[in-house]
């Protein structure tokens, strides 16, 4: 099935079940082809894909997700992110009030409150762990979302048509991002810091998705 997406409700089903995203797309022309379990993701530019309802308590998010290489229009090899315990601190009880306004550009995403892993990032040189503060919008993006860890050897950095088994964890105190079964970022969290909405957010790539799951701890 494919779909064109602009900012709007995506019902994605599979297997006897569904799920519900809220797209955000900077360009307007996002292009979505789901087959069985797998989900190609086409962003031309700016893409966050929010999973409709929000998290709480413990819970552990994975999925495999693979950036595609292969001579085609909007491959790059760069930028496999995500979002995950997002609120916005304007609207604690509507997290979608802003979600026209924020449509898909990085910058404006500095308003929520939320956790954020670029992998791949400035053009597959940086894989890093953010902690973004929205109260801070507009101040230098030091306050706003201090980093938290950096990586920039090549093992931790996207590979051509690679798959990645990708874990986001957040039990009791901790929330943690693994790669492969390998923790590559842990933080300490206050109760109710990991409660939020999940985003994966892309930019100017081409991308497989699948096995998307979310279990309660």
Same mark, same amino acid.
């Given at each position: 099935?494919?779909?064109?997406?602009?900012?709007?409700?995506?019902?994605?089903?599979?297997?006897?079940?569904?799920?519900?995203?809220?797209?955000?797309?900077?360009?307007?022309?996002? &292009?979505?082809? /789901? $087959?069985?379990?797998? @989900?190609?993701?086409? +962003? %031309?530019?700016?893409?966050?894909?929010?999973? #409709?309802?929000?998290?709480?308590?413990?819970?552990?998010?994975?999925?495999?997700?693979?950036v595609?290489?292969?001579?085609?229009?909007?491959?790059?090899?760069?930028?496999?992110?995500?979002?995950w315990?997002?609120?916005?601190?304007?609207?604690?009880?509507?997290?979608?009030?802003?979600?026209?306004?924020?449509?898909?550009?990085?910058?404006?995403?500095?308003?929520?409150?939320?956790?954020?892993?670029?992998?791949?990032?400035?053009?597959?040189?940086? &894989?890093?762990? /953010? $902690?973004?503060?929205? @109260?801070?919008?507009? +101040? %230098?993006?030091?306050?706003?979302?201090?980093? #938290?860890?950096?990586?920039?050897?090549?093992?931790?950095?996207?590979?051509?048509?690679?798959?990645?088994?990708?874990?986001?964890?957040?039990?009791?105190?901790?929330?943690a991002?693994?790669?492969?079964?390998?923790?590559?970022?842990?933080?300490?969290?206050?109760?109710?810091?990991?409660?939020?909405y999940?985003?994966?957010?892309?930019?100017s790539?081409?991308?497989?998705?699948?096995?998307?799951?979310?279990?309660?701890l």
């Amino acid at each position: 099935m494919k779909c064109f997406a602009l900012i709007g409700l995506l019902w994605l089903a599979a297997c006897g079940s569904a799920e519900r995203w809220i797209a955000e797309d900077e360009s307007g022309a996002v &292009t979505l082809t /789901r $087959r069985g379990d797998t @989900l190609e993701i086409v +962003a %031309p530019a700016g893409l966050t894909l929010w999973y #409709a309802e929000p998290l709480g308590g413990d819970y552990r998010i994975s999925y495999d997700a693979t950036v595609l290489m292969e001579q085609r229009p909007h491959d790059r090899l760069a930028d496999l992110n995500c979002f995950w315990a997002a609120s916005d601190p304007l609207h604690p009880d509507d997290f979608f009030a802003r979600s026209s306004w924020r449509g898909g550009v990085f910058a404006r995403y500095n308003s929520l409150d939320l956790f954020y892993v670029g992998y791949g990032g400035n053009d597959n040189t940086t &894989t890093r762990f /953010r $902690r973004y503060y929205g @109260l801070r919008y507009g +101040a %230098p993006n030091d306050e706003v979302k201090p980093l #938290a860890g950096e990586y920039t050897d090549p093992e931790f950095l996207l590979r051509p048509n690679r798959p990645l088994h990708i874990e986001i964890t957040v039990e009791g105190s901790r929330t943690a991002f693994a790669v492969d079964g390998r923790m590559l970022f842990s933080r300490r969290i206050e109760p109710g810091e990991g409660d939020g909405y999940f985003g994966l957010r892309l930019l100017s790539n081409r991308t497989l998705v699948s096995g998307f799951k979310i279990e309660r701890l």
